[in-house]
C-alpha cells in the first residue's frame, strides 16, 4: 500500500516560517518525482514545488525565492522550506509521487498517481 502523509502545516503571521514534510511508504521512493501542489478556497489545485530524482528542482513563479523543495532518499521524505509567507500562500498543502515522469510537465496534477491527504497551512495578515 502507498501512503504519502504530510505534517508540518499551522497557523503562522505574513513574513513568517513553516517547513512541511512529506513520508512515502510503500514505493520505491527514489524512483519517483515528488511534487507539493496547494488548492486555495475558491481556486484549483496549482503546482507549488517539484523535484525529481536526479535533485532537480522547480518552482512556480509565486514561489521562487522562498519556498525551497528538498528530499531524503535515505528516509524516504521530501521536504517543503517556506519563507517570508503572505496571506496568499493559504491553502491545503499536498505532497504528490510521480512514477514515470515526463519532460516539462511536472507542474501537472495529472501527472501524479499518488496523493497525500493534504496539511492545511493558514497565514495571517
Known amino acids: 500500500q502507498v501512503q504519502l502523509v504530510e505534517s508540518g502545516g499551522g497557523l503562522v503571521q505574513a513574513g513568517g516560517s513553516l517547513r512541511l514534510s512529506c513520508a512515502a511508504s510503500g514505493l520505491t521512493f527514489s524512483m519517483y518525482g515528488m511534487g507539493w501542489f496547494r488548492r486555495a478556497p475558491g481556486k484549483e489545485r496549482e503546482f507549488v514545488a517539484a523535484i525529481r530524482w536526479s535533485d532537480s528542482t522547480y518552482y512556480a513563479d509565486s514561489v521562487k525565492g522562498r519556498f525551497t523543495i528538498s528530499r531524503d532518499n535515505t528516509k524516504n521524505t521530501v521536504d517543503l522550506q517556506m519563507l517570508s509567507l503572505k496571506p496568499e500562500d493559504t491553502a491545503v498543502y499536498y505532497c504528490?509521487?510521480?512514477?514515470?515522469?515526463?519532460?516539462?510537465?511536472?507542474?501537472?496534477?495529472?501527472?501524479?498517481?499518488?496523493w497525500g491527504q493534504g496539511t492545511q497551512v493558514t497565514v495571517s495578515s
Open positions: 504528490a509521487a510521480d512514477r514515470f515522469p515526463v519532460l516539462g510537465r511536472h507542474y501537472d496534477s495529472r501527472q501524479y498517481e499518488y
